[in-house]
């Protein structure tokens, strides 16, 4: 396998920390199933909200290096700028989710956070596509010989 950029190798590990945000929030929950206060332990959306605006700040650099670069790997910047639209969807959900939490309940209404939702798995799938693709080209130039 070629060097990666170390711009890839940051992207990596931004994804591996945007994959447990997206996890945290959207795994099976007993709390929504059984409503008992102080039972289950509350999604910290705030806590979400800033680590998301955290690594886009980090993939926007990302991006933006890769873009610059003449030789950067193909299909590298496209994904780096897909993953940080999917990023910077889920802090949008995040952060209309805390606004909610702080007691206006009718702040974030149901058609909005599924209009949000829709959008947000439509980036997901573009940068998984991308990301499978990213993965091809790495794979296709490990496997040319040297010349």
């Given at each position: 396998?070629?060097?990666?950029?170390?711009?890839l190798i940051r992207a990596n590990a931004i994804l591996r920390e945007y994959v447990a945000i997206h996890d945290?929030?959207?795994?099976?929950?007993?709390?929504?199933?059984?409503?008992?206060?102080?039972?289950?332990?509350?999604?910290?959306?705030?806590?979400?909200?800033?680590?998301?605006?955290?690594?886009?700040?980090?993939?926007?650099?990302?991006?933006?290096?890769?873009?610059?670069?003449?030789?950067?790997?193909?299909?590298?910047?496209?994904?780096?700028?897909?993953?940080?639209?999917?990023?910077?969807?889920?802090?949008?959900?995040?952060?209309?989710?805390?606004?909610?939490?702080?007691?206006?309940?009718?702040?974030?209404?149901?058609?909005?956070?599924?209009?949000?939702?829709?959008?947000?798995?439509g980036l997901m799938n573009k940068c998984q596509e991308l990301?499978?693709?990213?993965?091809?080209?790495?794979?296709?130039?490990?496997?040319?010989?040297?010349?």
């Open positions: 396998m070629p060097d990666l950029p170390e711009e945290a929030i959207f795994k099976f929950s007993w709390r929504k199933r059984l409503p008992i206060p102080g039972l289950f332990k509350a999604t910290d959306f705030g806590a979400h909200f800033r680590d998301l605006g955290r690594l886009a700040s980090e993939l926007a650099a990302i991006s933006s290096a890769l873009k610059a670069e003449s030789g950067s790997l193909e299909g590298s910047h496209q994904y780096a700028a897909a993953l940080l639209e999917s990023v910077q969807a889920l802090r949008e959900i995040c952060g209309q989710f805390y606004e909610k939490s702080q007691g206006d309940l009718s702040k974030y209404p149901m058609a909005e956070y599924n209009a949000n939702l829709k959008t947000y798995e990301g499978a693709t990213l993965n091809q080209n790495l794979r296709g130039e490990s496997a040319q010989p040297e010349g």
